[in-house]
């Protein structure tokens, strides 16, 4: 994140407070936190057992899993578009 | 994650191994550990008292913004798509 004009955010995931520093409107960093509470969620509602940490590490497994299909999709669209030209 | 015909490999991520489980290729799966176990030592030397549940929190707070930020260069080369049809 740059260093021009920062906003700082106090965000709750999971019952924890986290301060988020960027270039960012805060509405994104609610937005964004508020994903990452909710997959944190989903995932502990389906294995209970999980202590906190290893849900941490599989919710942002589920994020990485999830950006690299819309990548994907992202440079099929990119290839139809340039058929297109 | 379907029910289909479904992999498991075991990964390790920040000195850490998770067994992860899904239809997609087993390289998928190494790829995607890979990404999260690399944020998490990025994200780590810039901020090395991070306990280890904070720091997995982070990384899925990182790896959301960017997710954000590359839905809406989608959501923007589809519309060019349809300005184009």
Chains 1, 2 share one sequence.
Do not use: W
């Not at 057992?49 to 919710?59: C, P, W």
């Amino acid at each position: 994140m740059s260093d021009e004009r920062k906003n700082k955010a106090i965000v709750d995931i999971y019952g924890q407070q986290f301060s988020v520093v960027g270039p960012e409107s805060i509405s994104h960093m609610r937005s964004v936190a508020s994903i990452v509470d909710e997959k944190m969620r989903e995932i502990s509602d389906k294995n209970p057992s999980l202590d906190l940490n290893k849900l941490a590490v599989l919710t942002a497994i589920n994020v990485v899993h999830d950006y690299l299909k819309l990548k994907e999709d992202y440079e099929a669209l990119e290839s139809l578009l340039e058929e297109k030209d």
